[in-house]
């Protein structure tokens, strides 16, 4: 399991090093005949030591089963479908067998999940749901388990986290839930923590608390977060670097002052410029996007977005655009980018 | 507001806790604890505030959807709040809702044209031939073609549910449409699609909105005036841009310091709550925020603030609001 079972505990000067997880072309077409879903189309992304890259897409977008791909989650039979690599400091994921991709999971890569109701067990205490990774992945005993995760729940400023830890997870609130399951989450201080919507079931005065929890955590750990989201205001405030996904694909990648000061994608463009903001005098129409998300057995041929683009040209139609570096780190998928 | 088309006053909506086996009551639920509230014609009333602060049972007591243990609701300069089901059914006519969820309030086994055409069939208005006229027309108000009668529901994207949903609201010409999280289950650029579409449908046809949301950011497109909830109470109600820029409410303040800004390195020195929105089964003594409020004084603790008025059109629950 080389280095990549273990964190270094310095976390600073880590950005220049080669990424901690490397994700190349992950793809998952689903035949269902006549059709093929092709539900995630080759995408590729890096993530860096202590870096937060945030992925954001409307629904369909294919950023939840990027991350279930990752996590070698998918459930028989699409757990056969997806290709593409997945290196976690060299090691390739994807080529794992079950015995030692769950070694893995949880202990080096961990996941936070949108519903905390749905994805905690509900007639295991939240104290054992924690204590457990520690037990199997770690070897601590039983005793010195229950004492960290008491630990834990103080660490992700749970109150009175002896009794919480021997709560069920139907009597805590919903943010307190959602901090539970950062606590098991995080428990074996994961090298890379991915965290789908962990938000967005929660109300905005909860998601801020949640929000900065996350973040404190990771200057404490020096975790790498993969954070998925449909919020672009949420990506703005914690991610450093972004990548937008439209039909299965990457259009747009940067850095998050340069995505939001100079998007080049159409797509992105007009995401951005449809967010409802607080103004004193604001404008009496919002900005639209026409049209819908192609369904992901009826995309184009071409660029995904063509249909519902403003800047269409003639090429586009023909051939999907690769997605190219315009600026250091700046990589946009268009046939016909606006300038930033 | 002289002649407001709707004035509720002390809005009171308990519901009794029983006991699983006796079936005594052994506690009460204060959702809506005397709310107090004004729609002018051609207006949009924001009602916003956290999961259970009471704005969604508001809304469906206004619409006499949940009967209201106490309170006052004037329509039109009628007190209609217990009134039966006969002397309400003309008023059914006059206030429509919109659901938050479009693919829950579209019944899966009718065509689109049988749900525009049901409100018809109900208030009998109209021959099988104008009712056919009149779904055509709602779709094309709405943007959707008139084929889109003879379809399913499942057929269409929640944005176009969404889209069918408003049509049915607006069948019978109603004069305040209720929209409890219209857009909040739509993804960001369709969102944008619904909220012009209705501001457009208010600016042609003089519509009032009450416009229930979470989402601040979309109320402040939309909204004329906002009232803030929290635990069953109004604590804040003020004009738009008042409420935005100049909030008095320590609740109010938190809240809009809490919503994330599309914009990096923008982020506002962040007033995090502590703690969670207790249980309105147990309601703090005094003012409801109390415990989590930043600036509470003793006072807080034993005396139910009662609505201030700061400036015109500006009124503050709070001891401590500075006038």
């Not at chain 1, 202590?50 to 757990?79: I, N, Q």
């Not at chain 1, 990774?133 to 009175?160: Q, T, Y």
């Not at chain 2, 012009?196 to 979309?218: F, P, T």
Request: include cysteine; charge should be positive; proline fraction near 9%.
């Amino acid at each position: 399991m080389s280095a990549a079972a273990s964190l270094p505990d310095e976390t600073g000067a880590a950005a220049a090093e080669a990424p901690l997880l490397s994700v190349r072309d992950l793809t998952l077409h689903i035949p269902v005949p006549p059709h093929v879903l092709r539900a995630v189309d080759g995408v590729s992304f890096d993530l860096r030591r202590g870096e937060t890259l945030g992925l954001v897409g409307e629904s369909g977008s294919g950023k939840t089963l990027t991350a279930l791909m990752l996590m070698r989650l998918l459930e028989p039979p699409l757990a056969a479908l997806p290709k593409g690599e997945v290196l976690l400091d060299g090691t390739d994921l994807m080529a794992l067998d079950e015995k030692r991709m769950s070694a893995l999971r949880g202990r080096t890569v961990s996941m936070v999940f949108q519903e905390p109701m749905t994805s905690l067990n509900p007639v295991m205490t939240v104290g054992r749901q924690i204590a457990e990774p520690l037990v199997r992945h770690l070897g601590l005993s039983s005793r010195e388990a229950a004492a960290r995760a008491e630990e834990m729940l103080r660490l992700v400023h749970i109150p009175d986290p002896a009794r919480v830890a021997r709560a069920y997870p139907h009597l805590l609130s919903g943010g307190m839930r959602q901090r539970a399951m950062i606590a098991i989450a995080l428990a074996c201080r994961p090298a890379v923590l991915v965290a789908d919507e962990p938000t967005t079931a929660l109300d905005v005065t909860v998601q801020a608390q949640i929000l900065e929890l996350l973040a404190e955590l990771q200057r404490e750990m020096g975790s790498a977060i993969l954070l998925i989201t449909h919020d672009l205001a949420v990506i703005a405030e914690t991610a450093h670097r972004v990548a937008v996904m439209y039909a299965g694909r990457i259009v747009e990648e940067a850095p998050v002052a340069a995505l939001f000061a100079a998007p080049r994608h159409p797509y992105t463009r007009g995401l951005l410029a449809s967010i409802p903001k607080i103004e004193r005098v604001p404008a009496p129409t919002l900005p639209e996007i026409p049209g819908m998300v192609p369904g992901a057995g009826d995309r184009p041929r071409g660029c995904a977005f063509m249909p519902r683009c403003a800047r269409a040209v003639s090429g586009c139609a023909a051939e999907p655009p690769p997605l190219a570096e315009t600026d250091p780190g700046h990589r946009v998928a268009c046939w016909n980018p606006a300038n930033g | 507001m002289a002649d407001p088309l709707l004035k509720v006053s002390g809005l009171e909506v308990h519901f009794p806790i029983r006991s699983p086996f006796l079936r005594q009551r052994v506690g009460t639920v204060r959702a809506v604890d005397g709310v107090d509230l004004e729609v002018g014609r051609g207006e949009t009333l924001a009602l916003v505030g956290e999961s259970g602060c009471g704005k969604t049972t508001t809304g469906k007591a206004i619409l006499r959807l949940i009967d209201p243990t106490g309170g006052s609701i004037r329509f039109g300069g009628e007190e209609i709040a217990q009134h039966g089901p006969s002397r309400l059914a003309p008023f059914r006519r006059r206030m429509q809702i919109v659901f938050q969820d479009p693919y829950a309030s579209l019944n899966p086994r009718m065509t689109v044209g049988g749900i525009l055409a049901a409100p018809y069939e109900i208030h009998r208005i109209g021959t099988t031939a104008d009712r056919h006229a009149r779904v055509a027309e709602l779709l094309r108000t709405v943007g959707l073609p008139p084929e889109a009668a003879r379809r399913y529901p499942h057929e269409f994207s929640g944005g176009q549910r969404q889209r069918i949903g408003i049509a049915r609201a607006l069948a019978l010409e109603p004069e305040l449409i209720i929209g409890d999280e219209p857009v909040s289950a739509l993804d960001v650029s369709i969102q944008a699609q619904v909220i012009n579409l209705m501001k457009r449908l208010q600016a042609e046809r003089g519509l009032a909105y009450i416009m229930i949301s979470h989402n601040l950011a979309v109320v402040s497109h939309v909204a004329d005036r906002v009232a803030v909830m929290y635990l069953g109470r109004v604590v804040e109600t003020a004009p738009r841009e008042t409420l935005f820029f100049d909030a008095r409410h320590p609740y109010t303040q938190a809240l809009l310091s809490a919503v994330p800004e599309p914009v990096p390195g923008r982020r506002r020195a962040r007033q995090v709550l502590q703690g969670d929105v207790p249980s309105p089964a147990k309601p703090p003594k005094g003012c409801h925020f109390h415990p989590r409020c930043p600036i509470a004084q003793p006072r807080c603790a034993e005396e139910v603030p009662l609505p201030r008025v700061v400036a015109p059109g500006h009124a503050v629950a709070c001891h401590l609001a500075a006038p």
